[in-house]
């Protein structure tokens, strides 16, 4: 859970890395059998996905989008 701006930082730079760990399995798929590829892709995928839930939760997007939904029902 991050609880501070240092804690959302290092959340940013580690989903950083993970993407760049997709991209560069992406980049070399045409070499992987599809299983191989699909094993090393889900943990990280499984990361990003956290890691975005929780910088979402601690900037408030979800608010956010609560506020837009009571703006567009009026």
Partial sequence: MIEDA???TQARQQLR????????????????????????????MDVIEHLRGEIDE?????????LLAVQYQN
């Fill in 6 to 8: 240092a804690a959302l």
């Fill in 17 to 44: 890395n993970m993407e760049e760990v997709v991209a560069q399995l992406l980049r070399q798929a045409e070499a992987m059998h599809p299983s191989q590829l699909a094993l090393q892709l889900e943990g990280p």
């Fill in 58 to 66: 601690y900037i408030g997007i979800q608010r956010a989008r609560d």
